[in-house]
T-cell receptor, first 117, second 114 residues
Framework: DSGVTQTPKHLITATGQRVTLRCSPR?????VYWYQQSLDQGLQFLIQ???????AKGNILERFSAQQFPDLHSELNLSSLELGDSALYFCASSPSGGSGGFTDTQYFGPGTRLTVL | AQSVTQLGSHVSVSEGALVLLRCNYSSSVPPYLFWYVQYPNQGLQLLLK??????LVKGINGFEAEFKKSETSFHLTKPSAHMSDAAEYFCAVSERGGSYIPTFGRGTSLIVHP
C-alpha cells in the first residue's frame, strides 16, 4: 500500500460527459502528479501540483483540468469525453515540488479505470 | 527532446534464471533514469533510479541497473528470477536542468515460468 488513495476505482460513462477523479496523497506529501496510461499512448505525465499551485504541465488536453485543495487532495476533471479518453488514470505524490519532485520517489495510487462508451 | 526505447515488449525467463530488461534512452543533456514495476491492477512502484554518482544502482527486490553513457543504456538485471517478479516494467528518462518531466518507455512484460 503506497498510502495514496484514488476514487473511484472504476468509472463508466458516455461520450460527451464530464467526470471527476479524486486523489489523496500520502500524509506529508505536498506534490501531486497525474498520469494517463492507455494502450495507444502508453504512460504519459499530465500535470503536477505543489502545495496548491500548478507546477508542471505535460500532455494534458484542454478538455482536462486539475486542482489541488488546501487539504492537499487533488481532483482531475475530464470533460467532453471521447472514446479515446478511456484509460487508467494514476495519481502519484512526493514530498517536494519543482524539479526535485520528479527526482523524488513518487508514490503511485492504484488508479482509476475510466471507460467511455 | 528525450525518448526511451525498451527492447522487447515481452521477456520470458525460467524461475532462477537471469533477468535482463533492456532500456536505451535519448537525451540532449545528462539524464535522470528510472525503472518502475507495475503489478497487475496496481500503480507503479519505483524499483531504482540513477541521478548522480555511482553508475551501478541497486534497487529493491534484488534488482540493479547500470548507467552506461557511451551506450545510452540503463538495462535492468536480477541474478535469479522469482515467480513474484512477473509484472510490467517501465523505464523512464528525465532531463537534468530541463522541465524534469519524465518520458516513459512502452513497458516490458516479464513472464516467469516455473
Amino acid at each position: 500500500d503506497s498510502g495514496v488513495t484514488q476514487t473511484p476505482k472504476h468509472l463508466i460513462t458516455a461520450t460527451g460527459q464530464r467526470v471527476t477523479l479524486r486523489c489523496s496523497p500520502r500524509s506529508g506529501d505536498l506534490s501531486v502528479y497525474w498520469y494517463q496510461q492507455s494502450l495507444d499512448q502508453g504512460l504519459q505525465f499530465l500535470i503536477q501540483y505543489y502545495n496548491g499551485e500548478e507546477r508542471a504541465k505535460g500532455n494534458i488536453l484542454e478538455r482536462f483540468s486539475a486542482q489541488q485543495f488546501p487539504d492537499l487532495h487533488s481532483e482531475l476533471n475530464l470533460s467532453s469525453l471521447e472514446l479515446g479518453d478511456s484509460a487508467l488514470y494514476f495519481c502519484a505524490s512526493s514530498p517536494s515540488g519543482g524539479s526535485g519532485g520528479f527526482t523524488d520517489t513518487q508514490y503511485f495510487g492504484p488508479g482509476t479505470r475510466l471507460t467511455v462508451l | 527532446a528525450q525518448s526511451v526505447t525498451q527492447l522487447g515488449s515481452h521477456v520470458s525467463v525460467s524461475e532462477g534464471a537471469l533477468v535482463l530488461l533492456r532500456c536505451n534512452y535519448s537525451s540532449s543533456v545528462p539524464p535522470y533514469l528510472f525503472w518502475y514495476v507495475q503489478y497487475p491492477n496496481q500503480g507503479l512502484q519505483l524499483l531504482l533510479k540513477y541521478t548522480t554518482g555511482a553508475t551501478l544502482v541497486k534497487g529493491i527486490n534484488g534488482f540493479e541497473a547500470e548507467f552506461k553513457k557511451s551506450e545510452t543504456s540503463f538495462h535492468l538485471t536480477k541474478p535469479s528470477a522469482h515467480m513474484s517478479d512477473a509484472a510490467e516494467y517501465f523505464c523512464a528518462v528525465s532531463e537534468r536542468g530541463g522541465s524534469y518531466i519524465p518520458t516513459f518507455g512502452r513497458g516490458t512484460s516479464l513472464i516467469v515460468h516455473p
